[in-house]
């Protein structure tokens, strides 16, 4: 299955269609003057095939024509295609029309309608030419992603722009561009067959018994790894065990199956509550304890107490003190009689007898005053005694406890001295615990006893089909048949070389894929395309390179559009601004013979290629011979151009 042209489609803003009509199986000329519109061909039909970028030229067209459009032929259907020119300084349009069928008709502009879009074209015109799920698998270690091949791939072997078969440099359509070369040298052996649709089913089988292996194998060291190479993990488990005391009365095991049996019994076999042991025997250090903490608690409460008790009597004889030093001053003064109760009426200064009613209030208070002061001195010294004694008592109290204190922490020391066996039980315990979480975190790891005879077999079965489908699949294997299908393209590309009288066609040619470009090899060496020199040699380089590959993509049905598309061939004899049929017959009878050789060439390779192969070419040449003139199917002079004369007008009115 794939594809040639049946025509390319116009359709103006004044709703016209210019088609211009493209015979399959032969070539097809074009030809006509400068500036009427043969280079934006390929352009036009690039972006009809699913271009990511419309690169058809400023001008004329772009002002003028509103959707372009290419119908197909497709085995024994027809496939239209039109998709709407970009607007707005926008660099593509997602609306695109497609409709296939027998025999169908150019639709007019008023049929044209958003039917798909472009990733949906391209998937469609990649099962059209043929392509199928490809994948290209970087080799290890390089880091970009693998790449499908799809249409787009395809066509880098289908157009050859006027800038393209003219270079030095780059063969192939946009191999200027960046990541184009890497893509053309990862999907050329696909596109020669050197790497066929086997080969992808087979590099998905690869993957898929890659990762079953990878399965097998983690299962299978996990097991290892739980068996700990051999038996020494559940063996260091097991000595643990009865170092402390744990599994005494089971044989000693010898294979792994026996050492899981016996951690298994160490794990679930009764063994003495340690914990009442240990309460047992730290009982009466406990009791101690608890001890302590009273006793340490009743002396704080007691010290407290007894400050509490000496602060009140030394503020009780600070009073009694200073009272009594005022008491004194008073009596040596003689102000305070010795008998109060029956001179109150005297003068405490001259002793004169006053008159109770002449008594002075002040003079009274004072009595007064002084008589209370007396009445508390003497109560404050009534209690100092009981104060002294609650304190005797409290200072008793409070060395009671200490020493009840220091005979518990002699105590305690003595048991915590003397009872080692204490701190060792509380060891051997933890001791023990751990060891017993370590073996039952082993216990639950361990997967079902299994024999792995059967998946030790399955992971050599693996290992041996992955062996073969990678020697299959191999790059190696494809760059040998690889070789293989460039040596024989090489033996055409020698021969039409020689047909031309391109310099260096005495040495074998050959297409250089690490390069992309042609090579001979010559005497002293290989002399790449870009040291060939002359404009002439490239061209005809360009031609035979994409001639040998077209004529192998048709005779091994390889999935590459029936079509190649070359603009200006002729350009480095007939430069564009020097027009074919004004150049006189004498002056260029060498260029013209040239010329016609390539045409000559190119007529001949179409004939001979078995089933059929379109060659479409554009160029200002127009060789007055039988044979090129019934290959041309447009001549665009005097006026006549890609774009009518009159959609310009209509656009300027």
């Not at 300084?89 to 695109?96: D, I, N, P």
């Not at 701190?423 to 024999?451: F, K």
């Not at 001979?520 to 040998?548: F, Q």
């Not at 061939?569 to 040239?594: H, I, K, L, N």
Request: glycine share 6%.
């Amino acid at each position: 299955m794939s594809f040639q042209l049946i025509d390319i489609v116009l359709y103006g803003f004044n709703r016209e269609r210019r088609v211009v009509s493209l015979a399959p199986g032969r070539v097809n000329i074009i030809t006509g003057s400068s500036k009427t519109g043969k280079t934006a061909l390929i352009s036009i039909l690039d972006y009809c095939l699913a271009a990511d970028t419309c690169d058809i030229p400023e001008g004329v067209i772009r002002q003028t024509v509103e959707w372009v459009g290419v119908r197909l032929l497709v085995d024994d259907e027809h496939v239209v295609i039109a998709r709407r020119l970009p607007a707005g300084g926008r660099s593509s349009s997602s609306e695109v029309y497609y409709q296939i069928g027998q025999r169908l008709e150019i639709p007019s502009y008023a049929a044209l309608t958003q039917t798909t879009n472009p990733d949906g074209l391209k998937a469609a015109l990649s099962a059209h030419a043929g392509i199928g799920p490809t994948v290209h698998e970087p080799p290890e270690g390089q880091t970009r992603a693998p790449l499908s091949a799809n249409i787009k791939h395809a066509l880098f072997y289908c157009f050859q722009q006027q800038s393209e078969v003219i270079s030095n440099r780059h063969l192939f359509h946009k191999q200027s561009e960046q990541w184009i070369p890497q893509a053309i040298k990862d999907t050329i052996p696909y596109f020669l067959g050197a790497a066929d649709d086997e080969h992808v089913v087979r590099l998905a089988e690869l993957r898929q018994l890659r990762q079953r292996l990878r399965s097998a194998q983690r299962r299978l060291a996990e097991f290892e790894s739980v068996r700990g190479r051999g038996v020494s993990k559940a063996q260091e488990l097991v000595a643990e065990s009865r170092d402390q005391g744990l599994g005494q009365h089971l044989e000693p095991p010898e294979t792994w199956e026996e050492h899981v049996a016996a951690l298994s019994a160490i794990s679930s076999e009764q063994r003495v509550n340690e914990g009442e042991e240990l309460e047992a025997q730290g009982e009466e250090y406990g009791r101690l304890q608890d001890e302590r903490r009273a006793l340490s608690d009743e002396l704080r409460l007691t010290k407290d107490q007894l400050n509490a008790a000496r602060s009140l009597a030394s503020e009780r004889q600070g009073y009694s003190r200073e009272a009594n030093a005022q008491r004194t001053r008073l009596e040596s003064i003689g102000l305070v009689p010795v008998d109060t109760e029956h001179r109150t009426t005297h003068c405490p200064l001259c002793e004169s007898e006053l008159n109770e009613d002449s008594v002075p209030p002040t003079v009274q208070q004072v009595r007064q005053a002084i008589s209370d002061l007396d009445r508390h001195i003497r109560s404050v010294d009534d209690r100092r005694p009981q104060m002294d004694a609650v304190v005797q008592s409290l200072v008793t109290r409070l060395g009671e406890l200490q020493d009840r204190l220091r005979e518990n922490r002699d105590k305690l020391n003595a048991i915590q001295v003397e009872n080692a066996q204490l701190q060792e039980l509380r060891d051997r315990s933890a001791r023990r615990a751990h060891l017993l979480g370590r073996i039952s975190l082993y216990l639950e790891s361990v997967p079902q006893l299994e024999d792995t005879s059967e998946l030790r077999a399955e992971i050599a079965r693996l290992e041996t089909e992955i062996q073969r489908l990678e020697e299959e699949v191999s790059d190696d294997a494809v760059q040998e048949r690889l070789q293989s299908i460039l040596a024989l393209m090489g033996r055409d590309m020698s021969a039409w070389a020689a047909t031309l009288r391109l310099e260096h066609s005495e040495y074998p040619l050959r297409l250089d894929l690490k390069r992309l470009t042609v090579v001979a090899d010559g005497d002293t060496g290989p002399i790449p395309m870009e040291r060939m020199g002359s404009g002439e040699n490239w061209v005809g380089y360009h031609l035979i390179a994409h001639l040998a590959l077209h004529k192998w993509f048709v005779q091994h049905r390889r999935p590459v559009p029936r079509f190649f598309f070359v603009d200006q061939p002729s350009q480095v004899y007939f430069p564009e601004d020097r027009d074919w049929e004004d150049a006189g017959a004498g002056t260029v009878g060498e260029d013209r013979q040239a010329v016609g050789r390539m045409y000559t060439l190119m007529i001949d390779v179409v004939a001979s290629v078995t089933p059929v192969l379109q060659v479409i070419v554009t160029d200002h040449a127009n060789i007055d011979e039988p044979w090129f003139q019934e290959c041309i199917v447009e001549r665009w002079r005097e006026g006549k151009a890609l774009v009518p004369a009159h959609w310009g007008q209509r656009s300027e009115e």
